[in-house]
């Protein structure tokens, strides 16, 4: 059973659009970790956000753990932001990921 | 600045030979991580070490065997190396709070 679903798998925006990634999880947690990975690349710890709002420049977290859910909002997204989002809930001392929002930013 | 390092980067083995992939952090976590990372199947924990000699199983360990005899250092071993061990495998240590990742090793059985 995949623990924790991501939304959408892939996105593809235009340079300065707003983009919104989605993390539903299947059991109780109360860590939520955002990382960044480029294609082969090491997964980077953007945000870690057990609970409500957290921003780290354009990057905005959002977790609500009563409804097990965290979403990742990035704004005036540029080029340089093309990628793949995992999200990933601990549990135990065990974090599990999602197959991550591929995200692909046009000029 | 935290830091996980992995050694080597890139490595090309025959089926049946034997792989060390090693794994080092400079921040003196307790536990330490090894993940396999396959398209389309995400990352999958392969074992888990809560401290030296603390070892235990993750969700895929069958194939490996690890080994922590100091808190900085943490090995994958693969016996016998098989090719559907082809992956990139990821090295990660954790604080209270979040994981950290090191640069990942791309291994190829042939």
């Known amino acids: 059973e995949q623990q924790v679903q991501q939304s959408p798998a892939s996105l593809v925006l235009q340079e300065a659009e707003n983009a919104e990634l989605q993390c539903s999880f299947s059991i109780f947690t109360n860590q939520v970790q955002w990382f960044y990975q480029r294609p082969g690349g090491r997964l980077v710890s953007l945000l870690y956000n057990p609970s409500g709002t957290k921003q780290s420049g354009r990057l905005t977290s959002t977790t609500v753990i009563k409804e097990r859910r965290s979403s990742l909002h990035i704004s005036s997204s540029q080029i340089t932001d093309s990628g793949t989002y995992l999200c990933?809930?601990?549990?135990?001392?065990?974090?599990?990921f999602g197959s991550g929002t591929k995200l692909t930013v046009e000029p | 600045d935290m830091k996980v390092t992995q050694m080597p980067r890139y490595l090309i083995k025959r089926m049946g030979e034997n792989v060390l992939l090693e794994c080092g952090q400079d921040m003196s976590h307790e536990t330490m991580y090894w993940y396999r990372q396959d398209p389309g199947l995400g990352l999958q924990l392969i074992y888990i070490?809560?401290?030296?000699?603390?070892?235990s199983e993750g969700d895929i360990p069958k194939g490996y065997r690890v080994s922590r005899k100091k808190r900085e250092h943490f090995s994958l071993i693969l016996d016998s190396a098989k090719t559907n061990q082809t992956s990139v495998y990821f090295c990660?240590?954790?604080?209270?709070?979040?994981?950290?990742f090191g640069p990942g090793t791309r291994l190829t059985v042939l």
């Open positions: 070490s809560y401290d030296v000699d603390s070892n």
């Open positions: 990933a809930m601990s549990n135990y001392n065990v974090l599990y």
């Open positions: 990660a240590s954790r604080d209270s709070y979040e994981q950290y």
